[in-house]
């Protein structure tokens, strides 16, 4: 396995030219482009690390997994799903065109900024109590306790989310959130800064393959029917307007972030973690997808085969 990790990551590099580092957010912009990981975890706790793995990064987009979670088990299906819907959309992540038209009544779903910003305002809590809520529910399924977000990209976003700002004030207006737009983006984008590395995102990878079961610990935190949930609305959604071809290509159900980092979870099988910021057209990790769709070939790991 370390052999192939270390080959995929070599061969993908390639790939890296094609893409560019995000810098909507400053602070992002500052990543070096020519970094590129994976992490590998399977369901007896063996861990195949390559490259770049142990760098931290801000998990940004693959939050929105987390705030899902969180917002289920604190409301129930029937009470989000009112408020956020469960189609994927071939609209950017950050669009919000379609929350200002007469039947845009809620976000396509919960993996574009808008269904997030929700998701995160049904979190139990007020305030810095659902941040705090994110942050030990990723503690616990990681097993480190080290995970916080990171204050200076947590700033730089707060400082130019404009776009995200005027998302929040459309959600307002169509009463889907009830804090004031400030205080809910102030918890978003600060679950966005949550820092990570690839081994403690595959750990959310394996978390999710077994059924929302904590790999060392055995502790069950997610009923069956919530996981699936998830794991439906990451393979529909995970990868923004890139999702279906995405699962035609690569067939396992994933998350993506802006920083680079990508969570895959194989049923069942493996958790994955990938990091490398220079992204493709849709903000997407370039070469991680390359390893992604590499991996999956090899070791024949799409859910739909
Ligand atoms: N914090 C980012 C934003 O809201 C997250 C987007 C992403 O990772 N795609 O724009």
């Known amino acids: 396995m370390k052999e192939l990790l270390d080959g995929l990551v070599e ?35 063996s861990i ?33 799903f009112k408020k956020v819907g469960m189609e994927p959309t071939d609209e950017p992540f950050n669009s919000l065109y379609k929350l200002d038209i007469p039947y845009g009544d809620k976000p396509a779903n919960p993996m ?17 109590e659902k941040l705090n809520r994110l942050l030990e529910f990723l503690r616990k399924i ?34 889907l959130i009830e804090e004031k737009v400030e205080d809910i983006l ?18 959310i990878g394996i978390f999710l393959a077994n059924k929302g079961r ?5 502790e069950k935190l997610l009923d069956n029917k919530t996981n699936s949930t998830i794991i ?5 959604s995970g990868m923004y307007d890139f999702s279906g071809e995405y699962a035609v290509r690569v067939g396992i159900p994933s998350k993506s972030g802006v920083s680079g980092g990508i969570l895959a979870s194989v049923p069942n099988r493996l958790g994955i973690g990938v990091y490398g910021p220079a992204l493709d057209q ?24």
Do not use: H, W
């Not at 808008?114 to 305030?127: D, E, H, P, Q, Y």
């Not at 200076?152 to 959600?171: C, D, H, M, P, Q």
């Open 142 to 175: 990681t097993g480190n306790d080290t995970i916080n977000y990171n204050e200076e990209v947590y700033l730089s976003e707060k400082t130019t989310g404009n776009k995200n700002r005027a998302i929040a004030y459309l959600l307002k207006n169509k009463g």
């Open 282 to 305: 849709y903000g997407n990790s370039i070469a991680g997808y390359g390893i992604l769709k590499d991996l999956s070939e090899e070791l024949n790991l799409s859910i739909f085969t």
């Open 48 to 80: 195949y690390s390559s490259g770049i793995y142990n760098k931290k990064f801000t998990i940004q987009s693959i939050s929105k997994v987390i705030a899902l979670m969180l917002a289920i088990m604190d409301k129930g299906e029937e009470e989000v």
């Open 112 to 128: 574009i900024n808008a269904g997030a910003i929700v998701t995160t305002s049904l979190i139990n809590g007020n305030g810095e």
């Open 232 to 236: 439906a609305i990451m393979t529909t």
């Open 214 to 218: 904590v790999l060392n610990t055995g």
């Open 11 to 45: 061969k993908n590099k390639a790939l890296i030219k094609y893409g560019q580092v995000a810098n909507y957010i400053p602070l992002l912009g500052n990543a070096d482009p020519k970094d590129l990981g994976v992490c590998i975890i399977d369901n007896l706790g």
């Open 186 to 203: 102030d918890i978003y984008f600060k679950q966005c800064s949550i820092e990570m590395d690839c081994q403690d995102i595959a750990k």
